[in-house]
């Protein structure tokens, strides 16, 4: 009987595997695409992300960041990252190196997907094979959170996702957050002769539409062709709880509150080693409070900050706001760019 089985084979269900393969576990992954999984992402790992990552010895090949700047009409505001640069990588390049190093180290990747969950009090059975424990890591929407009724509803205004990549010099090794009402704009210097652009929004328009709502981004892309385009949402999800029994949800697939503070594949990261932990010592059940004590700072400060925004005044003034304290802008930043 396998001591793991982990639905999903992005880069943080790949993670699970590989710390569970370091703790001594028999673990194997399940994830019904094939070959390099591409989505839509703002593609910027955090310093903590960059230092998990390299801890696992994946290599990460793309652009340094520096850290962050808002732009709202002719105002700015910057911090630069105190904990380590991070690293803008395309999401593609990113599974690619997390692939090749699980391989690597021994994990198993059957190109299936979990249908069935049956709990038999000291083990599950998925599909009709024992393990004693299931991570679902498989994504925003994922499939195990709804099959085990533990999708909760989410009010309130829902937000979109779109990534597209444009073929130019980075001018910055900050990653660039454009604010207007409709949403915010994300540039992320991802190689040499590339940036990456996310755009989040409620309004459901194409992407070349909503980047014309940021003349200082639409300016520098004049002329330049959008492309690979990616969407993705709504973007909050609620897991009514991270785990149930045997079964512990991590990543996006354990809630998602929303991409605007760039935290994801840290905070999943974080969730992996602890989701680990849990089922080495065996007691599946700790992994929910140290879900909570990992995810607070992330889900109150983004929480804070969406709520806050939605009135169209502190919008309009938060870049301003941010440039007239940069020692309280610089320490938000760091709260979030700081590994777990």
């Not at 990456?196 to 892309?221: K, N, T």
């Not at 680990?276 to 109150?300: F, K, M, S, T």
Request: hydrophobic share 45%.
């Amino acid at each position: 009987m396998r001591d793991l089985l982990v639905a999903g084979g992005g880069p943080v269900g790949l993670a699970v595997a590989m710390y569970a393969v370091r703790a001594g576990l028999d673990v194997a992954v399940v994830e019904p695409r094939g070959g390099v999984i591409d989505k839509a992402c703002g593609e910027g790992l955090m310093p903590g992300a960059v230092a998990a990552l390299t801890a696992l010895g994946v290599p990460l090949h793309g652009h340094p960041i520096t850290g962050i700047r808002y732009v709202g009409g002719a105002r700015q505001a910057e911090a630069t990252f105190r904990h380590g640069p991070g690293r803008g990588v395309r999401r593609t390049t990113l599974h690619r190196a997390i692939s090749a190093a699980a391989l690597a180290a021994g994990v198993t990747t059957e190109r299936r997907a979990v249908c069935q969950v049956e709990d038999r009090g000291d083990h599950l059975l998925v599909d009709g094979e024992p393990t004693r424990h299931l991570v679902a890591a498989d994504g925003l929407h994922s499939p195990v959170r709804r099959m085990l009724g533990l999708d909760a509803p989410v009010a309130g205004r829902r937000r979109y996702g779109q990534r597209c990549h444009v073929s130019v010099p980075p001018w910055t090794s900050l990653v660039e957050v454009h604010w207007a009402g409709s949403g915010e704009a994300y540039v992320t210097p991802v190689g040499e002769d590339r940036v990456g652009i996310a755009v989040l929004s409620h309004e459901r328009r194409g992407l070349a539409d909503l980047i014309g709502d940021f003349p200082a981004l639409a300016a520098r892309l004049t002329g330049q062709t959008i492309e690979q385009v990616r969407g993705a949402g709504p973007l909050r999800q609620r897991a009514r709880r991270p785990a149930a029994g045997r079964v512990l949800l991590v990543g996006d697939a354990s809630g998602y509150v929303d991409a605007l503070t760039g935290e994801g594949i840290a905070l999943g990261l974080a969730q992996a080693r602890a989701a680990v932990h849990a089922v080495l010592v065996g007691r599946p059940q700790a992994y929910e409070l140290a879900w909570r004590r990992l995810g607070w700072r992330h889900a109150l400060l983004t929480q804070g900050l969406l709520i806050a925004t939605r009135h169209r005044a502190i919008r309009r003034n938060l870049v301003p706001a941010a440039a007239r304290m940069p020692g309280v802008f610089g320490v938000a930043v760091n709260q979030l760019a700081r590994p777990a």
